[in-house]
């Protein structure tokens, strides 16, 4: 789940609702616990590790819900490919994990093809309504301000909904990779949306506080209706409990039309007209028109070569390139020789240099083109790592004028028996998202809610990433890919807003420099740095941020990175979710990996 904090100096839309699960506590000036304090030891492998990775030759899948990752390996045992088995997945995920994903948000994915050795990159994200000008957006956003706010779009209701992207990415995957019908690919998450499933530990919480979030948003008059979202997802008047069966018959129905009618069931028929009708309602600017106009974009992926590896990301209007050019600034350093202290201050300053250019030049492509070339070149790489002081945090990031002559998630991948390979993530933004959750005018749900990305838009008209009709907003969720030697290495994905391109690129230092495992690098303690300059045009980086690390860093690291001036937290959370699967071709098998910060699993057969 993604939780974008205030920037210095602007309180949000609601800020006086603004809320935070109890489970983060920040410890700013207490020593790290033991990580392995009430812990068990391993006979094998790092004693920090949670477990062991999944081996498997036929087919793998992982995912943050273990039911989802069970529907996937039985499409791949039922002969379908693994982009069937990742729809599959998705579609599961939407009813399993409300908190992080569904069919009212955007999808992304890198798709390794084995007939023809090539990787393809999928933008399935929606678009700004059609029908509201940039003028009109300022308007409504600065009605809707509390005394004292910016003049933002507000983070939740119908201003920040843009058109959701995910079913048409599912058909377009579909379309070309898929084997079998759509109809046998969705009926395992429309069972059990009729019949109920467990809702797990995680997924409850988050349940839970999104939920009162957006009660108290609907009393701040920010969610403008709120009554399809109790009947949804709160039906006994409460969230469900670790354990509940919780069923979603609406959301059954819902797939049904879309297993049946296609694509054009959720963009131009029935589900559409309803849509329409209400964002009619509650006065929001999304109408027909703007869904039936959704298509998604197959992209070349981006890629860097780190250390003789090929690290796959995709372009812009997704925030992907940061790993890549951290990378390319991290590769002059001898990373597995350095301290723990040394390493994550270079990996924390080279974050700060590269979303400093994210906040300038990452937009959606069609309406501003960002100098890819020069930000990913080694040359450019080269001297960014020369601005960096290995004995000093930067405070701020002052503008290259070179370069300016030239701006809550689940991830899931699978590996199918033909050596086809998945790197897909999905997400509705912001927890749930907007808040609202479209019915019809009797009140009847269908049962997912809308996503929220439109909060990433920048007011400010000179602003690459402004908000303009029909465009598509900065996006913070990627997937990603690796290669060696032309050949399948690793797909792999780290959930959580800004966090993504930080775990990238911890996970693929902890592999390719520190020789850790495609577990063990998941379960190794991370570090999340806070307050960069955003794409949305807010305020620039004056005071170096704000560093969070898990309990597992050491108390000496932590005393050596606060004496070069990062102001440091301890706290539990947010690392992202981490998924992953290896291709191993020595033995010729795959090696699948779970996050243990989530609820997920890895399974394979």
Same mark, same amino acid.
């Given at each position: ?9 602007r ?8 809320h ?20 068990g030891?391993?006979?094998?492998g ?19 819900q ?10 791949l045992?039922?002969?379908? =490919? ?20 569904g ?8 798709? @390794? ?5 090539? #990787? ?26 509390l ?19 995910a079913?048409?990415? @599912? ?35 988050? @349940?839970?506080?999104?939920m ?27 969230t469900?409990?670790e354990? *509940? ?7 059954a ?21 309803v ?16 869904? *039936?106009?959704?298509r ?5 992926p981006? +890629? ?16 992907g ?13 001898d990373?597995k ?10 990996? #924390? ?14 937009a959606?492509p ?10 990913? +070149? ?18 701020? #990031?002052? +503008? ?6 030239t701006?809550d ?15 897909l ?13 479209p ?14 990305r ?16 029909g ?24 959930m959580?807003g ?19 495992g ?31 690390? *898990? =309990?597992? #860093? ?7 990175l ?24 020595t ?19």
């Amino acid at each position: 789940m993604h939780r974008r904090r205030t920037h210095r100096g602007r309180r949000s839309t609601a800020a006086r609702v603004r809320h935070r699960p109890s489970s983060a506590r920040s410890r700013p000036d207490q020593p790290p616990p033991s990580p392995h304090k009430g812990q068990g030891d391993r006979y094998s492998g790092a004693p920090w590790a949670s477990r062991s990775a999944v081996i498997a030759r036929n087919g793998v899948a992982a995912t943050s819900q273990p039911l989802a990752t069970q529907i996937a390996i039985d499409i791949l045992k039922a002969g379908g =490919s693994a982009v069937d088995a990742a729809i599959a997945a998705n579609a599961a995920l939407g009813l399993m994990e409300p908190t992080g994903s569904g069919i009212g948000g955007d999808l992304f994915a890198i798709v @390794w093809d084995p007939k023809t050795q090539k #990787i393809y990159g999928l933008n399935a994200s929606g678009r700004a309504p059609r029908g509201q000008t940039l003028e009109q957006l300022q308007a409504r956003a600065k009605a809707l301000t509390l005394v004292g706010d910016d003049k933002g779009i507000p983070d939740w209701g119908s201003l920040s909904v843009t058109v959701p992207g995910a079913v048409d990415g @599912w058909f377009t995957l579909h379309g070309r990779f898929g084997r079998l019908p759509m109809k046998d690919i969705l009926a395992p998450a429309i069972d059990y949306a009729d019949n109920g499933f467990p809702v797990t530990e995680l997924i409850s919480k988050y @349940w839970a506080s999104n939920m009162l979030l957006f009660e108290r948003l609907h009393r701040a008059g920010i969610v403008e209706e709120i009554e399809n979202a109790r009947a949804v997802y709160a039906p006994a008047g409460r969230t469900p409990a670790e354990g *509940e069966l919780f069923r979603n018959p609406a959301l059954a129905e819902t797939y049904r039309e879309i297993a049946s009618g296609g694509r054009d069931a959720f963009y131009k028929g029935r589900i559409a007209a309803v849509i329409d009708g209400y964002f009619r309602r509650i006065k929001g600017p999304l109408t027909k028109a703007d869904f *039936e106009a959704q298509r998604s974009e197959w992209v070349d992926p981006v +890629s860097v070569n780190y250390r003789g590896y090929d690290v796959f990301e995709l372009p812009p209007n997704g925030q992907g390139i940061a790993a890549l050019q951290m990378l390319n600034i991290l590769e002059g350093f001898d990373l597995k020789a350095m301290s723990p202290a040394d390493r994550l201050h270079a990996m #924390i300053e080279a974050k700060k240099l590269a979303f400093e250019d994210r906040a300038r030049f990452y937009a959606d492509p069609a309406f501003v083109k960002a100098p890819l070339d020069k930000l990913l +070149s080694k040359d450019y790489g080269n001297a960014q790592r020369q601005r960096i002081d290995m004995g000093k945090a930067a405070l701020e #990031i002052p +503008s290259d004028p070179a370069v300016l002559a030239t701006g809550d998630t689940i991830y899931l991948t699978v590996a199918d028996k033909d050596g086809m390979m998945v790197s897909l993530i999905q997400s509705n933004y912001r927890g749930m998202g907007s808040g609202l959750a479209p019915g019809d005018e009797k009140g009847k749900p269908l049962g997912f809610m809308f996503q929220d990305r439109g909060a990433q838009f920048a007011l400010d008209p000179g602003h690459a990433n402004a908000y303009a009709p029909g465009k598509r907003p900065f996006h913070t969720i990627i997937p990603a890919f690796v290669l060696k030697d032309g050949q399948p290495w690793l797909s792999f994905g780290v959930m959580g807003g800004a966090m993504q391109p930080q775990g990238h690129v911890q996970i693929l230092v902890n592999m390719i420099d520190l020789g850790m495992g495609v577990q063990q690098a998941g379960d190794a303690a991370r570090f999340h740095h806070d307050g960069s300059t955003e794409p949305t045009a807010e305020g620039r980086m004056t005071d170096g941020g704000r560093l969070e690390v *898990e =309990s597992g #860093i050491d108390a000496a690291t932590i005393d050596a990175l606060k004496r070069r001036g990062h102001k440091l937290f301890v706290r539990t959370g947010p690392y992202g979710g981490y998924q992953a699967i290896q291709w191993d071709g020595t033995f010729g098998v795959y090696r699948a990996a779970s996050e243990f910060r989530k609820d997920g699993q890895a399974q394979g057969y």
